[in-house]
């Protein structure tokens, strides 16, 4: 057990529709990076938050979008949702310090949603 | 091309067998992790290096920063040792993973 929780676990949406995927850090830690995961492929580098703002971001459209709350829980949005949009989604937090710069920090993973869309 | 690739993509051994895995990589990197996911998808860390070589129980992990290149061993397999292994590369900021490889390893 990581401490790193995700909600939902399974999700089924519709092509079009727009989802909400949830994730709690470990307690202590200010960073948290999401990750897309498709099927018999290792996970793609979404977007990171640091200290509620974004400290980074992978080739994903702008139709991916994600909050960091104050308690550094953090939500993924994704809006028109499409067929290869259907993944695991995982959440990963970790904490920097000061320095914003994570390269040796070591990441905790949250068990993932896995998102179908039809 | 990937910035990381594994090898093999599939490994099949047999109860004690020597099992090691490949990992290189093309990108400047601060840390090599190698991680571990079971089915349902949760990932789990196993190591996080720079330099040498680290070992936990029947894994090591070793990284030869010059020929940018990491192995994944693991002693004695056990079919609980089935699993994804991912290594993955960080930067300042993110990981860039590789595509994984299938153990399975039979009693």
């Known amino acids: 057990e990581t401490g790193v929780t995700q909600s939902p676990t399974h999700l089924i949406k519709t092509r079009g529709q727009q989802v909400t995927l949830r994730c709690s850090s470990q307690?202590?830690?200010?960073?948290v990076s999401w990750y897309q995961q498709a099927l018999g492929q290792g996970p793609q580098f979404i977007f990171q938050?640091?200290?509620?703002?974004?400290?980074g971001r992978g080739n994903f459209p702008p139709r991916f979008s994600g909050l960091q709350f104050p308690n550094y829980s953090s939500e993924l949005n994704v809006n028109a949702l499409e067929l290869d949009d259907s993944a695991l989604y995982l959440c990963?937090?970790?904490?920097?310090?000061?320095?914003?710069?994570?390269?040796?920090?070591?990441?905790?993973f949250g068990p993932g949603t896995r998102l179908t869309v039809t | 091309k990937n910035e990381v690739e594994q090898s093999p993509q599939n490994l099949t051994a047999q109860e004690g067998e020597f099992i090691t895995i490949n990992c290189s990589y093309s990108?400047?990197?601060?840390?090599l992790h190698w991680l571990q996911q079971h089915p349902g998808g949760g990932i789990v860390s196993l190591f996080m290096?720079?330099?040498g070589k680290k070992k936990h129980g029947r894994l090591i992990a070793t990284i030869n920063i010059q020929e940018k290149h990491s192995s994944l061993h693991i002693t004695a397999s056990h079919p609980r040792d089935s699993a994804v292994y991912i290594c993955?590369?960080?930067?300042?900021?993110?990981?860039?993973f590789g595509a994984g490889t299938t153990v399975t390893v039979r009693a």
């Open positions: 938050y640091y200290r509620e703002e974004e400290n």
């Open positions: 990108v400047g990197i601060s840390a």
């Open positions: 990963a937090s970790q904490n920097f310090g000061n320095s914003g710069r994570a390269g040796r920090y070591e990441q905790y």
């Open positions: 290096l720079s330099s």
């Open positions: 993955a590369a960080s930067n300042d900021y993110k990981l860039s």
């Open positions: 307690s202590g830690h200010n960073t």
